[in-house]
C-alpha cells in the first residue's frame, strides 16, 4: 500500500481528546467537515433534520470508544483541540435530556441521540472499515448524504472527494519510504530530523513549526503529569483502576510536589538504577492513556490508543538522559513524525485495517528511531532501531475489552515504550551496515500481515481478549 501522500509532522501528532483517534477524533473532524460541506452549500440555518449512520468497526465499539459523543460534539461545531473537557459529560447529558441540538452554534434543530445515530453492527462498507455518513435534510425538502472514512491517526478522507492537496505539495525531499529518506540524508549529510523540517517550510516557517512541536510537547507534558496525579476508577464499566498515579506516590515515597518543574526534579533525583527508571516509564505511559480512556486531552503519536509509547519514551530521555531542551525535544518528534509517515504510506496506523501493530508497533518504531538519533545514532541505526521495534511488535491483533480503549491497550503501551529503549540501545550498539532486515521490508511485511489477519482482531471486540474476558457487564 504504497502512496505519494505528502504528510506534516501536524498530522502524525494531533492535539484532540481521548480515547480514539480513529474512533472519536477522527469522526468529530468527519462532522466538522460535514459542517463546511453544508455552509458551502445551502447553509446551516436550511437544515432541519441530521441523521448519523454508523459502520463496521466504528458501529461494532462506536460505544466504548465515544464515537457518537464524539460526532454530537463535532455537529455542535465544536473544536477538538480547544474544547474544555469537563464540559463533555454535561453537553451530552443536555442533548439526551432536551433532544434539540444547536447545529454547528448556529443552527437549533431537533436530535434525538438514541434514535438519530444509528450503529449499524453488520454493515460494512468496502473502502474502510470506519465509515460514517450523515443525512441532512432541508427546509425546501431536499436531503444529502455524505460518507466520510476515519483512516486512523485522526486522519478523515471524504468519499469521493480527491485528496489533491498534500499529494501536489512541492517538499525539498520527497520520501515515500526509508530508502528515500536514507537517500536524502547520505545526499545531504542531514540527519532524519534536519531533513524533516527543510520539509516543513513547505506548509510554514521554521519558527511556526518550532512552536507548533514545543506545544504538542507541552500537552504531552501536561497529560502525563495529570494522569500521574489523578486517582480512581475509569470510566466505562470494566472497573478498571488507575495505576500512574498510585504507582508515582510510591516511587516518590509519599511525596507530593506542587507543579511539573519540582516533580520532574525529584523524579530526576531519585536515581538511575534499572529497575527505578523502568518503573518511571512505565508511569509515562499508563499515566497518558488513563487520561485518554477518561475522554482527557492527548496528542495522537501516531493514534491516541498509541498515545502513551512516544510522550514515555520522551519524558524517559527528557528526564534520565539529559535531553531537557528545546532543541533535542524537536528533534526527537521531527524523526518520530518522518517514520509515523513512512508506515501510514506504506501500510497503515489504523488498528481496524492492521490490528495493534498498527498502533503500538508504528508508535515503538517512531520512539525508536527518535531516541537512537537524540543520543547519536547514525541515520542507519535510527532506521535500524525502528526496524528492530516494529518487527516485535508484527501481528500484534487489537481486541479491546468491552470496545474499550482499556484492556489490554493501557498496557500495551508499557511494553511499546520498553521495547522501543531496548531496539535504540540494540541499534547504537550495532553495526547497521550487517543488519539483515530492512525498514522497507518490516512495513511491507506489516502490510501483507495486516491483509492475513482475521477480522476480529481489527478493532472489532469480535475476538481475542475481548471475548475471552467474563465481563459480567449488562451494557456490554
Not at 19 to 48: D, N
Not at 422 to 430: C, P
Request: contains cysteine; hydrophobic residues 40%; negative net charge.
Amino acid at each position: 500500500m504504497q502512496t505519494s501522500e505528502r504528510i506534516s509532522i501536524f498530522d502524525i501528532f494531533k492535539i484532540g481528546v481521548g480515547p480514539s483517534s480513529s474512533h472519536t477524533l477522527g469522526p468529530w473532524r468527519a462532522a466538522l467537515q460535514f459542517l463546511e460541506s453544508i455552509k458551502k452549500g445551502k447553509g446551516l440555518h436550511a437544515v432541519t433534520q441530521v441523521r448519523v449512520l454508523l459502520y463496521g468497526s466504528l458501529a461494532k465499539t462506536g460505544h466504548g470508544h465515544g464515537t457518537d459523543v464524539a460526532v454530537m460534539l463535532g455537529l455542535c461545531g465544536e473544536d477538538p483541540v480547544t474544547f474544555d473537557v469537563n464540559k463533555i459529560d454535561p453537553t451530552i447529558l443536555s442533548l439526551h435530556t432536551h433532544k434539540r441540538m444547536l447545529l454547528g452554534g448556529v443552527q437549533e434543530i431537533e436530535f434525538r441521540p438514541g434514535e438519530d445515530i444509528e450503529f449499524l453492527m453488520t454493515e460494512s462498507l468496502p473502502h474502510h472499515p470506519n465509515a460514517l455518513t450523515f443525512l441532512c435534510t432541508f427546509n425546501d425538502g431536499d436531503s444529502i448524504a455524505e460518507t466520510y472514512y476515519s483512516i486512523g491517526g485522526g486522519f478523515v478522507e471524504k468519499e469521493g472527494a480527491a485528496n489533491d492537496a498534500a499529494a501536489a505539495t512541492e517538499l525539498y525531499f520527497p520520501i515515500d519510504n526509508a530508502q528515500d529518506l536514507m537517500h536524502w540524508c547520505i545526499k545531504t549529510g542531514l540527519s532524519i530530523s534536519e531533513i524533516v523540517m527543510e520539509n516543513e517550510i513547505a506548509w510554514r516557517s521554521e519558527d511556526q513549526t518550532r512552536a507548533g512541536i514545543l506545544q504538542i510537547w507541552h500537552t504531552m507534558q501536561e497529560c502525563i503529569y495529570r494522569g500521574c496525579h489523578k486517582e480512581g476508577k475509569l470510566p466505562g464499566g470494566l472497573d478498571v483502576s488507575r495505576r500512574a498515579a498510585p504507582l508515582n506516590k510510591r516511587l516518590l515515597k509519599g511525596k507530593n510536589y506542587s507543579n511539573y518543574t519540582e516533580w520532574q526534579q525529584a523524579i530526576r533525583e531519585g536515581g538511575h538504577n534499572f529497575q527505578y527508571i523502568l518503573d518511571w516509564v512505565s508511569c509515562f505511559a499508563l499515566a497518558v492513556n488513563e487520561e485518554n480512556a477518561s475522554f482527557s486531552r492527548v496528542v495522537t503519536a501516531p493514534t491516541n490508543g498509541a498515545a502513551g509509547v512516544i510522550p514515555a519514551v520522551l519524558h524517559y530521555f527528557v528526564t534520565f538522559c539529559d535531553g531537557d531542551s528545546e532543541e533535542k525535544i524537536i528533534q526527537f518528534l521531527l524523526c518520530a513524525s518522518e517514520i509515523g509517515s513512512i508506515f501510514k504510506k506504506g501500510a497503515t496506523i489504523s488498528a481496524a485495517m492492521g490490528g495493534c501493530q498498527a498502533e503500538i508497533g508504528v508508535s515503538s518504531a517512531m520512539a525508536a528511531a527518535a531516541l537512537t538519533e537524540c543520543l547519536g545514532g547514525s541515520v542507519r541505526q535510527c532506521l535500524m532501531a525502528s526496524e528492530i521495534a516494529m518487527e516485535h511488535h508484527l501481528g500484534l491483533t487489537c481486541d479491546p475489552v468491552a470496545g474499550l480503549v482499556q484492556v489490554p491497550c493501557i498496557e500495551r503501551n508499557t511494553m511499546g515504550a520498553i521495547k522501543a529503549i531496548t531496539a535504540a540501545q540494540l541499534a547504537l550498539q550495532s553495526n547497521p551496515y550487517n543488519a539483515r532486515v530492512s525498514l522497507d521490508a518490516v512495513v511491507k511485511t506489516m502490510w501483507e500481515t495486516a491483509l492475513d489477519m482475521n477480522t476480529k482482531y481489527k478493532e472489532t471486540a469480535d475476538g481475542g481478549l475481548a471475548i475471552n474476558i467474563p465481563l459480567g457487564l449488562s451494557e456490554c
